[in-house]
Nanobody
Framework: QVQLVESGGGLVQPGGSLRLSCAAS????????MGWYRQAPGKQRDLVAT???????NYADSVKGRFTISRDNAKKTVYLQMNSLKPEDTAVYYC?????????WGQGTQVTVSS
């Protein structure tokens, strides 16, 4: 069974930085595209960033230039470096991976940007 464990969330002031991590375990087949999504209270879940197995990245317009997605294939981990954080970034962040024929989600980690 594939499991994703997220870490790195917390409370940060506007303009601050956080680094999220998501580690996959129980992986038998190779991991494909990995990504991050977020959901604020009362809003739908939106894509933040994705990265393919070949390293190609894609970002939501709202985070371009501020967030960076990366992956460590040896550690089976995907990261999200978040800089210049805004109150609008406050949400629960979920990692997502494509593995074999399936798609899996992390448990979510809270990111709160507030003074």
């Amino acid at each position: 069974q594939v499991q994703l464990v997220e870490s790195g969330g917390g409370l940060v002031q506007p303009g601050g930085s956080l680094r999220l991590s998501c580690a996959a375990s129980g992986v038998i087949l190779s991991i494909g595209t990995m990504g991050w999504y977020r959901q604020a209270p009362g809003k739908q879940r939106d894509l933040v960033a994705t990265i393919t197995s070949g390293g190609s990245t894609n970002y939501a317009d709202s985070v371009k230039g501020r967030f960076t997605i990366s992956r460590d294939n040896a550690k089976k981990t995907v990261y999200l470096q978040m800089n210049s954080l805004k109150p609008e970034d406050t949400a629960v962040y979920y990692c997502n991976v494509h593995q074999g024929l399936g798609q899996y989600w992390g448990q979510g980690t809270q990111v709160t940007v507030s003074s």
